[in-house]
Nanobody, 125 residues
Framework: QVHLAESGGGLVQAGASLRLSCAAS????????MGWFRQAPGQEREFVGA????????YYADSVKGRFTISRDNAKNTVYLQMNILKPEDTALYYC??????????????????WGQGTQVTVSS
């Protein structure tokens, strides 16, 4: 069993930065890819980025590439999503997820086995 808890969301102005954290627990974390997704009201859940827990490879959606960075601290079992140059269209509920997801499938939400409760990010114009 894996438990995920996001934090760090908030209300910011366009152009600002935020760092989200996802604290993870579970005995098999090294097997899992960690992903970030977001969902705005009335829209489908959207892939943001992912990182393999046992490697440094990361993968991002085109909409955030160059602005968002995923990193991890294995000692703390925590994954971070650094968000820079935020835009109003980044407003959403942000979720972290964990699962046995492999290269080429990171964007598929259904492949992630565990999900956090989400943290709200609101960007005002």
């Amino acid at each position: 069993q894996v438990h995920l808890a996001e934090s760090g969301g908030g209300l910011v102005q366009a152009g600002a930065s935020l760092r989200l954290s996802c604290a993870a627990s579970g005995s098999t974390l090294m097997l899992y890819t960690m992903g970030w997704f977001r969902q705005a009201p009335g829209q489908e859940r959207e892939f943001v980025g992912a990182v393999r827990w046992s490697a440094d490879s990361t993968y991002y959606a085109d909409s955030v590439k160059g602005r968002f960075t995923i990193s991890r601290d294995n000692a703390k079992n925590t994954v971070y999503l650094q968000m820079n140059i935020l835009k109003p269209e980044d407003t959403a509920l942000y979720y972290c997820a964990a699962g046995p997801v492999y290269s080429g499938r990171y964007e598929t939400a259904g492949l992630y086995s565990y999900w956090g409760q989400g943290t709200q990010v609101t960007v005002s114009s």
